[in-house]
């Protein structure tokens, strides 16, 4: 696939599929990456002509999701070994926060508490304040937890059993709103708005859901959920799983990354698709906005989310891209 | 028939259903006649018709006669003679009344003739939609104004909707307008008015006037005002029909006003002008017209097609509703297989797919909700799922720290070892590896990254003692050792990989050379460990980070563990063979520290290098298995070590027995190894193991066991006695899961020294796969294949004394949460095989079967319940009934629970297993042989009673114990009738069981509801949160809290299916007290006169009154064990004298015993 030029691929990606990524909040060049390689990986996006990797943190298994804290060497991670992790990104060493009883699958740093949410196949979330490890809580959900969001004080827990609860982070001692998925299929990903008026949530079978916290009946009745990341293959119409999510944190637009190994970009509140990139060759794995909404990382692997049965994922579909949004690239209608 | 005086009611008998009911009553010759004629309906039919058209005839010329009404009435009553199932086609009642009605609506002489009001009443009571409307426009044409039946007729009708007080409004009208006979209805009221005082109308009723005047705009302003208020329009006397003015104005409005429902002032209308229009309402409509818009026109059927919903015909060709997918065209999706069609809404798009394949998404058929995600998938997929990882960590910990003591024994300065060691990296998959493992290894292997010092001494200790002698020479040892000192100073990082992988080769190697000549089984193992080594070895190009971090660890302990565990990885890669147990056996006694495992040294030279491209061969457990689950994405991550376990190092009689039976070897393992470690011997602590010889290993280390179950702690620790109850509420839901999970964590002795107990603390995955298996086994039923059997999945349960392993055969019962199956006990059949393989003349194979504790008390066939979510609360239930009630009669009445398996996703119960079905079985046996003879499609009262007695000596025997079994019901009631000798078995019943008598009865099965109340307060009550049905007993069913009614009604209704065949339906009776006065539950069926109906009616008295018998107890209070007892009594006492009556008890539980056997 030739390069589009405002558009080039990281060197050194991950060896194995990867499970996530994520700018800096605070420095539009550093992007954090886990992989199933066991390791997380920290790069410089714009050292070089490429890219270069920092550091890579190896863990004991698969790296399921990482994350930054306040600042930049505040780096969390968390996966398969049931831990979560702080990363020294000087060392390259691991400082274990607090162990869950089965794999974490997601985690998120909450700015306003300051603390980190994790949340695991162990039915349980917790919440960590990095300074003091050892005044960790943990709450018990329902179900397997599937992916995390948070902004200002509000955690979006998704679940299987497309449950979705909305905590609030001062009131951790019961969910703030139960909710039930929009979508029919299993949730994939949960992101929240900038503007912390709502989140977005993707199922795998290509559906995207746009909800709002406000509980009332006017705020609920602008939901709604949309199609996506669909293609027709010999008359057929393949449905993709939508993988990720992420939000532009300037506009407020959010891109969508789908199994059929396209990127768009969609404006929530006008409902528009605004942007449809070409075609990547593999699944995406992840997405990211840097905080300057300047670059989007989109990550690549193959694997159960493009359809593969046996979960087989070829190294050459492992990828990162950054690409540089043009002027208003990303901006919504009447933005 | 109907020529004779008398008339046959047979024929009446036979067709009452089909009668319609006349007020004035039926003359039964004219039914016979009509009836009778139907045995001839052709003949019938043209009669009919002539006579029909007879009357026509006299009708057409009816405007002639002086009565014309009278032909009327009578073409009416020979209808409904001649038709006596009221309106059809043929009879065409409905059209006639209607003409019959319309066509005098406006004759002024008929208005106030009862026959033409009765035509009327007809019409309305038999076929008017909207009886009031049409009541309310006689009213407003004036029909019957003067008689009372109209008047009786309308006010009956309110009253029977509810509107009482404009019934009483009609009746008021009524008297005002003088009707006749003034005298009946003066009485018809005043009989209103008493029903009305004994109950008085609601105040939510219709308050509205009768008839008319709910809306005075309608209603006043063309009318005047006068009227409006009264009911029935002021009453519609004749007088006021001359006021009928001038409505012309508003006549369109009237025309609305007439068909609302409330239509006002009828009587202000003039019902004289019935010519004009303006009359209003001038024609309530037939029936039909009145439908009109409810009625499809009828068309000729020929070429119409039934329209399905939803589904446009166009799209029909492209419907992808049975499309399978497995046959879709590969070159049209080049990246999805075989994926389900998940979104088949019907619709006119294209046809939709899902790209990932949701059957693994949702791979748990019976559990739709619970997802698996991509990355689970993705970690189940390279078996990195369900591992304990606290554990590795702890074990880890304490390798790290050993290592460090022994570091700090030179003298060396040690870095504090953060808690996890970083090798992993070293050893992830490459693609490399993903291509051999789609070559068929098994996916469990990567997994085996991490043992530790703890678990390679738990397996020297498990296999320390036997076979010293066999395998290797001491050089290797000894380089063993040396190396094992080196290494902590020489290893760097560059080198630490090679050094790891060579350590298995090594050993592998070295068990090849070994002077012992192993089995091929054997063999192949060493290759394939080999080879896998050797394939780490291959791909060893390390990103560069890895390399980073070889440098800065260089010499530090974590390097060290790093060894440590390859070294030990090897250790539990080699465990199946021979040769390196006895390796490491060699091993051991040599090194100087014993908590240190050896660690092994580079041999360099001898590092195989195969080719690229090399086969691994694979353990023939691993091919065993993966023949047994066809979906091997789903294959359960069990850890090899778990699977190693149970084949134990070799034994001088297993060899014998391998080479006698090499197809079996792999059974006599578990055998052996039975032999050898079988918790039996601890627990009874008698006879040293015959062929383990002094050192028992000791049960601490092996709990520590990294992956294998937790062996149970032998139940000889001496048991506690239960202090108090545990559960401190007065009032709770017994079955609740946090409750009963409190229960479990506090007991006393805690489950897990109970015998048979295991907890496992993996998860073990097989349910899906064991449920398809069964389905696919139900689903060929009869056609009885050897390919399924080979098929039937094998469930192996790796416990401290060798474990267990049972074949599924199929399956007995579904529950909600828990299907049973049928199983083969490997164990039992192996030993079984083999005795009768060694043949009766040898001695020591018999000894042999005696000898294997494992299986005294076992079967061949057993049950094997499945749970999930896994509960140990039936196990624990059924072993405290056993245990309470000791050695008696009613313990043969519950099922033994033989072992409990407890993992972490489902709980494996293995219970005894009687296929002499149920008594619901029984049931249903007897009402299928209804009409055969004498039966009468219950079963007989001398086996009722035989069955009865069991049933409540064995619920009164847990009662006693404080045992509630909480799910009573004919199905959970199994037949407990033993097969003795024709002897042994005397034809008179015995209700001490003497005389054969005691191997009859029942066994009570699924205990998943049963309370201990021993764990309650004695006062406690328990409520039921659960939806009830009829099938609950009172209190469950009307919320008031229950403890042993539960059972009582459970025993009721059980011996109320035996006794009527069908399931109890109970009343309540409130007697004659008024107020306060306990209900007394009964129930409805009345019992057939032949029967004992004394002793049936006092036991269901005390089973469903049961609180009101307490006062004869003990302490006045439940279970009230002795009036049961009583009952009981009586029923023995019964029995006795007449079991040898009609054709006798034995005679029919031999009936029974055939035809349950043929059943099976």
């Known amino acids: ?335 | 028939m109907a020529d004779d005086d008398t008339t046959s009611f047979d024929q009446i008998e036979q067709h009452k259903e089909n009668i319609q009911p006349l007020a004035s009553g039926r003359s039964a010759r004219a039914l016979v006649a009509s009836l009778s004629s139907r045995s001839n309906p052709v003949f019938a039919r043209a009669e009919h018709a002539a006579k029909q058209a007879e009357f026509e005839e006299e009708l057409r010329g009816s405007s002639d006669l002086d009565d014309p009404l009278e032909v009327w009435v009578r073409y009416v009553s020979w209808t409904q003679e001649t038709f006596p199932s009221g309106h059809s086609t043929d009879s065409g009642l409905l059209q006639l009344l209607e003409r019959a009605t319309q066509t005098f609506v406006h004759e002024q002489h008929y208005k106030n003739d009862p026959r033409y009001l009765r035509l009327w009443i007809q019409y309305i009571q038999n076929f008017s939609d909207a009886p009031r409307e049409a009541f309310a426009y006689l009213a407003r044409h004036d029909i019957g104004q003067r008689l009372a039946l109209f008047y009786e007729e309308y006010a009956a009708l309110l009253e029977k909707m509810g509107r009482k007080k404009q019934a009483g409004e009609i009746y008021q009208t009524g008297m005002e307008n003088n009707a006749r006979p003034t005298d009946r209805l003066l009485r018809k009221f005043e009989e209103y008015m008493q029903r009305l005082e004994h109950d008085p109308p609601a105040d939510d009723e219709p308050s509205s006037p009768a008839l008319p005047a709910v809306r005075p705009a309608l209603a006043a302003k063309p009318f005047g005002g006068g009227l409006g208020s009264g009911g029935l329009g002021g009453s519609p006397a004749p007088q006021q029909q001359s006021q009928a003015s001038q409505p012309k104005p508003k006549q369109a409005k009237q025309k609305m006003a007439i068909f609302s429902d409330a239509d006002p002032a009828p009587s202000s209308k003039a019902p004289s002008i019935i010519e004009k229009p303006t009359s209003g309402w001038e024609d309530i409509g037939t029936l039909e017209q009145r439908k009109k818009e409810n009625t499809i026109e009828a068309r000729p059927w020929a070429g119409e097609v039934l329209k399905q919903e939803g589904v446009k015909t166009k799209s029909a060709g492209k419907m992808m509703i049975f499309r399978d997918e497995s046959s879709l065209p590969k070159q049209n999706v080049p990246s999805v297989q075989q994926n389900v069609l998940s979104t088949s809404l019907p619709s006119n798009k294209r046809p939709e797919r899902v790209a990932v394949n949701l059957e693994l998404i949702y791979a748990d058929e019976e559990n739709p909700t619970e997802e698996l995600s991509f990355d689970e998938l993705r970690a189940i997929k390279r078996g990195q799922y369900g591992i304990d990882w606290n554990r590795i960590r702890e074990e880890q910990d304490e390798a790290a720290r050993e290592q460090r003591r022994k570091n700090t024994h030179r003298g060396e300065v040690m870095e504090e070892p953060r808690a996890p060691i970083k090798v992993k990296t070293v050893l992830s998959p490459s693609p490399n590896r993903g291509k051999i493992k789609r070559k068929g290894q098994a996916p469990a292997s990567p997994t085996m990254t991490f043992h530790t010092r703890a678990a390679t001494d738990e397996i020297y200790d498990i296999f320390n003692q036997p076979m010293k002698k066999t395998s290797m020479t001491g050089e290797d040892r000894d380089d063993d050792d040396d190396d094992d000192d080196d290494d902590g100073s020489e290893s760097g990082g560059e080198e630490s990989d090679g050094e790891d992988y060579t350590i298995g080769t090594q050993v592998g190697q070295a068990e090849e050379s070994g002077p012992e000549g192993d089995d091929g089984e054997d063999d192949e193992d060493a290759r394939s460990v080999k080879s896998e080594w050797s394939d780490f070895t291959l791909r060893r190009d390390p990103p560069p980070h890895e390399g980073e971090e070889g440098d800065e660890v260089e010499g530090s302990p974590e390097v060290q563990s790093a060894e440590a565990g390859f070294g030990k990885l090897a250790i539990h890669r080699d465990e199946p063979k021979a040769g390196n147990e006895a390796a490491i056996h060699r091993d051991e006694p040599g090194d100087e520290e014993p908590g240190l495992p050896f660690c092994p040294a580079p041999h360099k030279i001898l590092i195989p290098s195969p080719p690229d491209d090399f086969d691994p061969p694979r353990l023939p457990y691993h091919a065993a298995k993966e023949t047994q689950s066809q979906g091997q994405s789903r294959l359960p991550y069990m850890t090899p070590i778990v699977e190693k376990t149970e084949s134990l190092p070799p034994t001088t009689a297993r060899r014998k027995d391998a080479a006698k039976t090499p197809s079996r070897s792999r059974m006599s393992d578990i055998m052996d190894d039975n032999l050898m470690s079988s918790p039996f011997e601890e627990l009874n602590s008698v006879l040293p193991p015959p062929l383990a010889p002094s050192t028992i290993p000791a049960p601490a280390p092996k709990e520590r066991k990294p992956f294998g179950a937790k062996p149970v702690a032998a139940a000889r620790a001496k048991e506690t006695a239960q202090k108090g109850p545990i559960i401190q509420d007065l009032q709770c839901n017994p079955m609740d899961e946090s409750l009963r999970a409190n229960i479990s964590d506090k007991l006393q002795p805690p489950l897990k020294t109970y015998e048979g107990f295991f907890e496992h603390t993996t998860k073990f995955g097989r349910g899906a796969e064991i449920k398809r298996f069964a389905k696919a086994m139900s689903k060929r039923d009869g056609e009885k294949t050897t390919y399924n059997i080979s098929q039937a999945p094998i469930v192996e349960f790796v416990t401290g004394d060798g474990g267990s392993s049972y074949t599924i055969k199929r399956e007995l019962g579904k529950g909600a949460f828990a299907p049973v199956y049928l199983v083969e006990n490997n164990i039992v059949a192996d030993a079984e095989d083999e005795a009768e393989e060694a043949g009766s003349d040898d001695e020591n194979a018999a000894g042999l079967l005696s000898l294997n504790k494992k299986i005294i008390g076992r079967t061949r066939l057993e049950a094997m319940k499945m749970e999930d979510p896994p509960s140990p609360w039936e196990f624990y239930i059924m072993r405290q009934a056993h245990r309470r009630l000791g050695v008696s009669r009613p313990v043969e009445s519950i099922l033994k629970a033989h072992e409990m398996h407890l993992f972490a996703d489902e709980g494996y119960l293995l219970l005894e297993y009687r296929d002499q079905g149920t008594i619901l079985d029984l049931v249903n046996i007897a009402r299928a042989e209804v009409g055969t003879g004498t039966n009468t499609g219950v079963m007989d009262e001398q086996l009722v009673m035989f069955l009865s007695i069991e049933l409540l000596r064995t619920v009164e025997a847990m009662h006693s114990k404080g045992l509630l079994h909480g799910d009573l019901k004919a199905d959970n009631c199994l037949v407990r009738f033993e097969n003795i000798p024709e002897n042994t078995w005397s034809a008179r019943y015995r209700r001490d069981g003497a005389n054969g008598w005691l191997e009859k009865g029942i066994t009570l099965i699924d205990f998943g509801r049963g309370i201990d109340m021993k764990l309650f307060q004695p006062t406690v009550q328990f409520i039921a949160d659960w939806k009830t049905d009829n099938q609950d007993c009172a209190e469950m069913r009307e919320l008031r809290p229950w403890t042993y009614q539960v059972d009582y009604f459970g025993l009721a209704a059980i011996i109320h299916s035996m006794l009527f065949g069908k399931y109890i339906e109970t009343t309540a009776d409130r007697g004659n007290i008024l107020g306060g006065g306990t209900k007394k539950y009964k129930i409805t069926g009345s019992f057939k006169r032949y029967w004992q109906t004394e002793i049936w009616s006092s036991v269901f008295d005390v089973l469903l009154n049961p609180l009101q018998y307490v006062k004869d107890e003990e302490g006045a209070c439940m279970p009230v064990s002795k009036s049961v007892r009583n009952c009981r009594e009586e029923m023995e006492t019964w029995l006795e004298t007449n079991c040898e009556k009609g054709v006798g008890l034995k005679n029919l539980i031999r009936r029974m015993e055939g035809v349950l056997g043929k059943k099976r």
């Open chain 1, 1 to 335: 696939m030739s390069q589009p030029a405002n558009q080039f691929e990281l060197s050194s990606p991950p060896e194995d599929v990867i499970s996530s990524l994520t700018f800096s909040p605070n420095n539009p060049s550093r992007l954090l990456v886990s992989s199933w390689d066991k390791s997380a990986h920290l790069y410089d996006t714009n050292a070089g002509l490429n890219g270069s990797k920092l550091t890579a943190f190896p863990h004991a298994a698969s790296v399921l999701d990482c994350c930054f804290g306040e600042t930049d060497s505040d780096v969390f991670s968390a996966g398969l070994d049931w831990q979560v992790q702080q990363l020294d990104p000087e060392t390259g060493k691991g400082n274990m926060l607090a162990i869950h009883e089965s794999a974490v699958k997601s985690i998120c740093y909450n700015t306003e508490t300051k603390s980190l949410l994790s949340g695991s196949w162990d039915q349980s979330i917790k919440q960590i304040d990095p300074r003091s490890p050892g005044s960790t809580s943990s709450y018990a959900q329902p179900h397997k937890i599937f992916s995390l969001s948070t902004i200002s004080h509000i955690l979006v827990v998704a679940m299987s059993s497309r449950s979705v609860y909305l905590y609030d982070l001062r009131n951790m001692s019961s969910p703030w709103q139960r909710r039930e998925s929009s979508l029919k299929f299993m949730t994939r990903t949960v992101r929240c708005m900038p503007n912390a008026q709502g989140y977005a949530s993707s199922s795998i079978e290509g559906r995207v859901a746009v909800e709002f916290f406000d509980p009332s009946d006017e705020s609920q009745m602008r939901k709604y959920a949309f199609k996506c990341h669909r293609s027709t293959e010999g008359g057929v119409d393949v449905i993709y799983p939508v993988n990720t999510l992420a939000f532009h944190p300037i506009y407020g637009t959010f891109a969508s990354g789908g199994g059929d190994g396209v990127v768009s970009l969609w404006d929530g509140m006008a409902k528009r698709r605004l942007r449809q990139y070409q075609k990547y060759p593999a699944s995406i794995a992840g997405l990211s906005f840097s905080n300057n909404g300047k670059h989007l990382a989109i990550g690549t692997s193959s694997g159960f989310e493009d359809g593969h049965d046996d979960g087989a994922c070829p190294p050459e579909s492992i990828k990162i891209f950054v690409r540089e949004l043009q002027e208003g690239e990303g901006k919504g209608k009447g933005q």
